[in-house]
């Protein structure tokens, strides 16, 4: 089978994305017994609170950044299995028909108020994410809100006529972003560490503008770049925000995909 | 903290504005605003001031005019206005 100049242009992409992937996870794991110093535990707790804000976001992002970062990925694998499971049917082009009767079981207050709380849902949900560090908030609950909207307008419009008209490829796009935005935050950390310090530790708060380069200082800003926040939390909110766009995307996807699923005959 | 954050004078609202403008713009540029009755859309920005005016300084930011802080969830209205900003802009 031949194939064309954009999928051998893809193939190759991705065969150097796996070998520079694959190339820092060995890398890591040979030298990970270096990284184990004993001790070390106890001078981290001591200075845990300044790399972030506080005490929640040193657990979720520093002590378990791992496990944020697996939890991503977990939810994308939730996606690609309804897909797999529920999705196929869409894709063969067998879409469930909406009868009359499925949208208008939906009453006259619904439809009046479903969109409404649609927006409000959908705001509330980026209140959260963008408070996720300096709150018991984040992307993951923000992200979850507001797919709930997007539910909410499924449920009462249906899947034709929803308002929030969400296509296939713009929440996979905005899920891979959202992905992205934390893997690749991580591997600026791993980076750093490793050129500076000769120890690579992914998810490093390397601050946004390690090297002080856009300094600007405007409107009492000490940073451009800089998330304007009191506590200076430094690349935090950023992993927030690729986590929710992530969820967002995820959850929303997941109720697309069964609300098309084709009823088992 | 919202009180400390205060009289410390550290309070920079910004960055919610910007992102939840940003969130907001990428959420509404999907949003197919034909079957909505116009008449709603007054009534959702005037509930959602009503709103960002209840949530207060969540999360912890705040606007400090003439000394005085306003209590104003920013992050919520700004995402509010982001869906309508692109709302607009999708239908030029």
């Given at each position: 089978?031949?194939?064309s100049?954009y999928?051998q ?6 065969g150097?994305?796996l070998v520079i992937a694959s ?6 794991l040979?030298?990970f ?10 001078l981290?707790?001591l200075?845990?609170?300044n ?6 976001t040193v ?15 977990i ?12 999705g196929?049917?869409s894709l ?12 208008d079981q939906s ?13 409000f849902?959908v ?8 408070g996720g560090h300096?709150?018991p908030?984040g ?5 979850a809100v507001?797919?709930?909207?997007y539910?909410l307008t499924?449920v ?6 929803t308002p929030?008209?969400f296509t296939?490829?713009?929440?996979v ?6 992905a ?10 791993l980076?750093f560490?490793?050129?500076y310090?000769g120890t ?11 090297y002080?380069?856009?300094h600007?200082?405007a409107?009492g800003?000490?940073?451009f770049l800089?998330y304007?926040d009191?506590t ?17 995307a995820g ?11 084709k009823?088992d005959? | 903290m919202s009180s400390?954050v205060a ?9 919610p504005?910007?992102f939840?403008l940003?969130?907001?713009i990428?959420i509404?540029y999907k949003?197919?605003?034909?079957e909505i ?5 007054p009534v959702?920005?005037i509930v959602s001031?009503?709103?960002?005016a209840?949530?207060g ?5 705040q606007?400090t ?10 992050a919520?209205?700004?995402t509010?206005?982001g869906i309508f ?8």
């Amino acid at each position: 089978m031949k194939t064309s100049n954009y999928q051998q242009g893809r193939n190759i992409i991705a065969g150097v994305s796996l070998v520079i992937a694959s190339f820092v996870i060995l890398r890591t794991l040979y030298q990970f017994s270096d990284y184990l110093v004993p001790g070390m535990s106890y001078l981290y707790n001591l200075y845990s609170g300044n790399i972030a804000p506080n005490v929640i976001t040193v657990i979720l992002f520093d002590f378990r950044g791992y496990d944020t970062l697996g939890e991503t990925f977990i939810l994308i694998t939730a996606v690609i299995t309804t897909t797999v499971v529920f999705g196929w049917g869409s894709l063969k082009g067998y879409k469930k028909k909406e009868t009359p009767e499925m949208t208008d079981q939906s009453t006259v207050i619904q439809r009046l108020m479903a969109f409404p709380l649609a927006i409000f849902l959908v705001a509330f949900g980026v209140t959260i994410v963008l408070g996720g560090h300096i709150s018991p908030g984040g992307g993951f609950p923000g992200g979850a809100v507001i797919a709930t909207g997007y539910f909410l307008t499924v449920v009462i419009y249906g899947l034709k006529k929803t308002p929030l008209r969400f296509t296939h490829r713009y929440l996979v796009n905005l899920s891979t972003i959202g992905a992205l935005i934390f893997l690749l935050t991580g591997v600026v950390g791993l980076v750093f560490t490793t050129y500076y310090y000769g120890t690579g530790y992914y998810l490093y708060n390397t601050g946004v503008d390690p090297y002080d380069i856009i300094h600007v200082g405007a409107f009492g800003w000490d940073n451009f770049l800089d998330y304007p926040d009191p506590t200076h939390p430094g690349v935090l909110p950023y992993l927030n925000i690729g986590v929710g766009l992530n969820v967002l995307a995820g959850l929303s996807l997941i109720a697309m995909f069964l609300m098309e699923a084709k009823r088992d005959e | 903290m919202s009180s400390e954050v205060a009289a410390l004078g550290l309070a920079n609202q910004w960055g919610p504005i910007l992102f939840g403008l940003i969130y907001g713009i990428i959420i509404g540029y999907k949003v197919k605003s034909e079957e909505i009755n116009k008449a709603m859309y007054p009534v959702i920005l005037i509930v959602s001031i009503l709103i960002a005016a209840a949530l207060g300084t969540y999360p912890d930011y705040q606007w400090t005019l003439f000394g005085h802080i306003i209590r104003f969830s920013e992050a919520f209205f700004s995402t509010v206005l982001g869906i309508f900003i692109s709302m607009i802009i999708r239908r030029q």
